[in-house]
C-alpha cells in the first residue's frame, strides 16, 4: 500500500474518532441553571436600600453580571453582563454573543430604555441560544431600574419593564 494513502487513511480515521469523542463529551455535558436554594427564584427588590438618584448615574456605569432573566436563573458560568460606559454606551454579553448598544437613562424618573442592540452572530448550545433570545426578548421591554447596596457594599441591578415585572437582576463585578 502507498505510504501516503495509509497517512491519509489514519489521519481521517484519528479526525472521525476525535469530533465522536468531542460530540459525546458536549451532549454528557448537563447545564444547570445556578439556583441557590428551593425559593422561588423571583429575587425580592426589598431587602435593601435603594440609592439617592443622584447617585445612580455613576453606580451603574461598570460591569454587572446577570443573574436572573425574566424569573429564571442564568445558567452556571455564563457571561451574560451588561457593561455601562460613559456617554450612555452599553456593551456586554447577551450569553453567547456579544452586544453593543446605548441607553437613555433619567436618574430622577429612574427610566432606562435601551436602544436597538447589535451583536454578534456566533451558535452556542441550545440552552445557551434560548438564555441569549430571553435575554435579548426581555432587553427590549426595560423601562425602569433601582440600584440597592447591601450593608457588605454589594451592589444590585434590577431592571423592570413598564408593568414593574423583574426582567433582569444583576451583580456589580466592577
Known sequence: MNKGYVKLLFITAFIIASTNL???????????????SNKKNTPQVNQTSALPAENARQ?????????????RPVIDRSPAQFIFLDKNSLSGSATCNNISSSYNLDDSQKT?????????????????????????????????????????????????????ALMFKATRVR
Open 112 to 164: 432606562l430604555a435601551f436602544n436597538p442592540v447589535a451583536l454578534t452572530r456566533k451558535m452556542c448550545p441550545a440552552a445557551l441560544m434560548e438564555q441569549e433570545s430571553r435575554f435579548l426578548s426581555a432587553l427590549s421591554q426595560v423601562n425602569h431600574y433601582q440600584i440597592t447596596i447591601d450593608q457588605n457594599k454589594h451592589s444590585m441591578l434590577y431592571l423592570f419593564d413598564v408593568h414593574n
Open 22 to 36: 468531542l460530540s459525546a463529551c458536549v451532549k454528557s455535558t448537563a447545564i444547570k441553571p445556578n439556583v441557590a
Open 59 to 71: 453606580v451603574l456605569t461598570g460591569t454587572w453580571q446577570v443573574e436572573f432573566i425574566k424569573e
